[in-house]
């Protein structure tokens, strides 16, 4: 059973384009959303997280917008670099008290950014 | 200094036999967590520890163990390697329940 559904698995942008990335989840008991970014060879990092209280998040050229009614949330990177080519994973965490505290991530994205 | 460090970075092993995976982490995380990374960069939860209490993924094999000698370690033992345990495998800490993951670099173990 797959609690986070990510799209799309492989996205090739432009320089300077923005990047989507899309993610749902079907646990209402999710309260804590972070895009992870992993360059080959290497851990996944932490990019952006949202909670549930707000609609969307910014952090330089790094945007999460959340939907809770929709049950979804995406990454945008706006004007994308080559250096920004990496897998990202978007992940879900329940409530404390819900249940396990793990982090779920989606299957990732593997983006490509041409010059 | 590395957050949270894994050995080996590789481990090349025959099927059947036993291995150990070390993680330490030094930012003063209460919990742990291990991680394995399909080829397919499927990030799937292995294990967490937190203060003593252990939280098991029931698709997990009792053929992995993870060993917690304090706080700030959390090893993963391994007996009777098969080919389908090949992985990267990820350590993982966090502060508490409200924190994001700090990884380390992996542990990439192929069976052989």
């Known amino acids: 059973q797959q609690q986070v559904k990510q799209s799309p698995q492989s996205l090739i942008v432009q320089k300077g384009g923005i990047s989507i990335i899309n993610c749902a989840y079907e646990?209402?008991?999710?309260?804590?959303f972070p895009w992870y970014q992993q360059f080959p060879g290497k851990g996944p990092a932490l990019l952006i997280a949202?909670?549930?209280?707000?609609s969307e998040k910014k952090e330089g050229r790094f945007t999460i917008s959340f939907n809770k009614s929709a049950k979804q949330f995406s990454l945008h990177i706006m004007d994308s670099q080559p250096g920004d080519s990496a897998t990202y994973f978007c992940?879900?965490?329940?409530?404390?008290?819900?249940?396990?505290?793990?982090?779920?991530f989606g299957k990732g994205t593997k983006l490509s950014v041409i010059p | 200094d590395t957050a949270v460090s894994q050995t080996p970075k590789y481990l090349v092993t025959q099927m059947g036999n036993d291995k150990s995976i070390k993680c330490e982490q030094n930012l003063g995380h209460d919990t742990m967590y291990w991680y394995k990374q399909d080829s397919k960069k499927f990030l799937k939860i292995m294990f967490s520890?937190?203060?003593?209490?252990?939280?098991i993924n029931e698709t997990v094999p009792n053929r992995f163990s993870p060993k917690s000698p304090d706080k700030a370690h959390l090893n993963l033992h391994i007996n009777s390697l098969e080919l389908g345990d090949s992985a990267v495998y990820f350590c993982a800490s966090s502060q508490d329940l409200n924190d994001g993951y700090t990884f380390g670099s992996g542990t990439r173990l192929t069976v052989v």
């Open positions: 646990n209402t008991a999710f309260d804590y």
């Open positions: 992940a879900a965490r329940p409530k404390a008290g819900a249940g396990s505290y793990q982090l779920t």
């Open positions: 520890y937190n203060n003593k209490e252990l939280i």
């Open positions: 949202i909670r549930p209280d707000v």
